[in-house]
């Protein structure tokens, strides 16, 4: 990247992660002539200090010299940003409407947002001695974790680090000490970090099907040229395994690769399967990491010693030295969109990106995103089919178990538990899914009524019996779980409807010589216990899986032959236009669990509802025909994908502050609107009250993109003149996956 030379009265000005639309200008330091676009600044604030982005060198400010600060230093010589990298996010930025100074501050990780040095610590890396590249691993078999240990260096052929060995085994430095002792390891100088190209292994990789391959060619063909493709296969297809071909293609090239999933759980079994397939460094980057651990996985990407990043959503941004792929798995789902502060989409922002590096992008669902489909119906994607289960695997059978006037226990239909017992009989996994934690979604009292509500938010809380509390799951507030009903002191309290706690209560009742694992957020909050979940299942440890949407998706599960969806009607009927296609992609994921091996899968799904008819479309036809079905009726209801959005969200400690900022804004707007853009409110918020906040919004749609981002652009700064903002929290969120 080119220097900025230094000139008489230089001004820099500067991004600050502050929640306002607008630069700052500062004089420039005595060493102004190292500077380069993108770098990080210490900079006096108020009576603070910041650190804040170069975004522009000018030799004029608005303000006269006098007034002007100057910058205290610079802490990155050369940037750690490159132009296209700042090219992304001042175009995030425009499109979002959002300070740029927290749209930049949102492409580092934390420990980098604060002075961070960017030096990386020196890192011990080990390799086999001449001894221990011929040693027979077979003569350790008294020593098993030594054993384990020279056979992990013999396959990888190459030095492995610290925090590698660290990431594939905690407890590797006793071994690796003592093989040390035996001259099978050594210590090694750490390898050369300046040449691109990357180490691969050979293992033997699947044989793909013609259409596995077609999409492999595909991609691969465009790698050095921005392209988007649409991969939808079905569940069990053998998207990972194109996934890596196509990586294997780009790392051979020296190319790096990044690699998304919606949600933390994804990350352990992509991860394992990455590193037992790459010898090159995986950087891994997710918030259950340590500040310095992400810095780390940032540095090692930006640097390029690492070729390969799996990440969630905030990874997207991390620099690449050699870009090659962008990699989006489930693409479809909704954790993709940021919900607080910066509310960008990883998906669509991973599709600018791709473009501003003239490199391919690839998104892969079974169940794509109605967008999706849509861009690849219009051949702005290439879609990419696989239409049948990888190997021998079968697709499961769906089935809809009418449960109306069924006697219940704890929600398990009599002839649920049957197919449960008969699954088990076979020596066989079971899945239950009910989206719903805690014991008891309601505590009421069967006396008088009273119902155990949130005092902060219009919600019921939440029965968490294992620790007797209730618990509001929408702010966080707890209280002890009462004995008695706290208004009439007599009444018995009952728990209305069900939850994963309850249901595990029960299944333990009656199976009780089965291992029962439940996997939900209360249950895997301790630091590597997902992790253990997972391998107790994989091992045939566990009987019985019962869990929540982090079950959903991406997991494979070889001997789950049964896969039940418990409360199938709770999603049927909601005001938001998205739920049935939430729905739909929630039920198809969840029961492509089912039979991914050579076992024939059964996926049975309660229901008070059979003739509904988004389930019988989904088990007779399949989610294309849903998905085309839901399109058309999008399209007559002009809205998305055939029309564009933005969420003007209000809050306040009074329900009239929100409410007459928006109407302002509303007035604003309309003085502004050319008559392309409906003004849709304001209305309260579906959950009106949350954290002790009253909350309303504002609905912009328009039949174009161009008409509504003008209409914001020229909102926004009005919007920030108005004294009333400044009683009230809002936030604007552009393309809302939600209207809550």
């Known amino acids: 990247m080119a220097k900025l030379h230094n000139a008489p009265a230089l001004i820099f ?108 610590p020196a890192e011990k890396h080990y390799g086999l001695t001449g001894m221990g590249l011929l040693a027979d691993s077979g003569q350790l078999k008294r020593a098993p974790k030594q054993k384990v240990v020279l056979e992990k260096f013999q396959a990888h052929q190459h030095l492995l680090s610290a925090s590698a060995l660290s990431q594939w085994d905690k407890n590797w430095r006793v071994p690796v000490q003592q093989l040390i002792a035996k ?31 077609l999409a492999i060619d595909a991609v691969c063909s465009s790698l050095g040229q921005f392209g988007v493709f649409l991969l939808e296969g079905v569940t069990g297809s053998g998207k990972t395994e194109v996934y890596m071909q196509i990586i294997s293609a780009a790392l051979a090239r020296g190319l790096q690769v990044l690699v998304l999933v919606p949600e933390i759980t994804l990350t352990p079994q992509l991860e394992e399967r990455f590193r037992r397939r790459f010898t090159v460094n995986i950087a891994v980057s997710h918030s259950k990491l340590t500040d310095n651990q992400r810095r780390d996985a940032w540095l090692h990407i930006q640097q390029g ?48 990106r791709g473009k501003l590096l003239n490199i391919p992008v690839l998104l892969g669902s079974a169940t794509p995103s109605l967008e999706s489909l849509h ?16 190997g021998a695997a079968i697709a499961p059978a769906l089935h809809l178990l009418d449960i109306r006037n069924k006697k219940m226990q ?19 996994q079971v899945l239950l899914f009910l989206n719903r934690r805690g014991f008891a979604p309601t505590l009421i009292c069967h006396g008088c ?41 007599t009444g018995v309290l009952t728990a209305l409807g069900l939850g994963t706690e309850r249901v595990e209560q029960l299944l333990a009742q009656l199976f009780s010589n089965k291992t029962i694992a439940r996997l939900d957020r209360d249950s895997i909050q301790r630091k590597g216990s997902l992790e253990n979940y997972l391998e107790q299942i994989n091992l045939g440890h566990v009987d019985i899986i019962l869990g929540t949407q ?57 229901t008070r509802k059979p003739d509904h008819p988004l389930l019988t479309t989904l088990i007779n036809e399949g989610y294309n025909s849903f998905a085309k079905t839901a399109l058309a009726e999008r399209q007559l209801a002009h809205l998305p994908p055939y029309s564009y959005q933005a969420l003007l969200r209000a809050q306040g400690a009074d329900d009239s502050l929100p409410q007459s900022f928006l109407q302002t804004v509303a007035d604003l707007a309309q003085d502004l609107n050319t008559g392309d853009t409906q003004i849709l409110g304001p209305v309260s918020a579906p959950m009106a009250r949350r954290a002790g906040l009253y909350r309303h919004q504002l609905l912009f749609q328009s039949g174009k993109r161009q008409t509504l981002q003008r209409l914001l652009a020229e909102l926004i700064p009005k919007i920030g003149q108005l004294q009333q903002g400044k009683k009230v929290r809002w936030s604007l969120d552009v393309d809302p996956v939600d209207l809550y």
């Open 13 to 120: 000005r500067v991004a600050i992660p502050v929640p306002l639309y607008r630069l700052f200008d500062y004089l420039a330091p005595a060493d102004a002539d190292s500077a380069q676009l993108g770098a990080r600044l210490e900079v006096p604030f108020g009576k603070t200090r910041k650190i804040g982005f170069l975004v522009d060198i000018v030799e004029h400010s608005e303000l006269p010299g006098d007034k002007l600060k100057q910058v205290l230093r610079i802490l990155d010589i050369p940037a750690l940003l490159s132009a296209a990298d700042l090219q992304l996010l001042h175009w995030a930025s425009r499109y979002y409407h959002h300070p740029l100074g927290e749209v930049i501050s949102a492409a580092f990780p934390v420990a980098l947002r604060r002075n961070s040095s960017v030096a990386m």
């Open 183 to 213: 001259q099978l390891v050594q210590l090694a100088a750490a390898p050369e970090l300046a040449s691109p190209s990357f180490a691969l292994t050979q293992p033997a990789a699947l044989h793909c099907n013609p259409k596995q391959q």
């Open 305 to 352: 010693r690492s070729a390969l990043l799996l990440g969630t959503r905030s990874a997207l941004f991390t620099p690449l030295k050699h870009p090659g792929l962008i990699i989006l798995d489930e693409e479809h789902d909704a954790s993709f969109k940021q919900q607080e502060g910066f509310r960008f989409s990883a998906r669509d922002v991973a599709v600018v």
């Open 375 to 390: 861009n690849a119906a219009h051949q702005r994607y290439q879609w990419l089919e696989l239409p049948e289960r990888a």
């Open 410 to 428: 704890e929600g398990l239909s009599a002839a649920l538990l049957e197919e449960i017992q008969k699954t088990l009989d076979k020596q066989e």
């Open 449 to 489: 009524g009273w119902v155990a509500r949130c005092l902060h938010c219009d919600a019921n809380l939440v029965i968490h019996s294992h620790e007797r509390l209730l618990r509001c799951h929408h702010c966080g507030k707890e209280q002890r779980l009462p004995d008695h009903c706290p208004a009439c002191k």
């Open 550 to 606: 982090m079950l959903a998706k991406g997991h494979h599960f070889p001997n789950v032959t049964l896969v039940a969806i418990l409360d199938v009607d709770s999603g049927l009927f909601s005001i938001d236009f998205h739920a049935a296609e939430k729905l739909a992609q929630l039920i198809v994921q969840v029961s492509g669990r089912a039979g991914r091996a050579e076992k024939q899968g059964k996926v049975i799904m309660q």
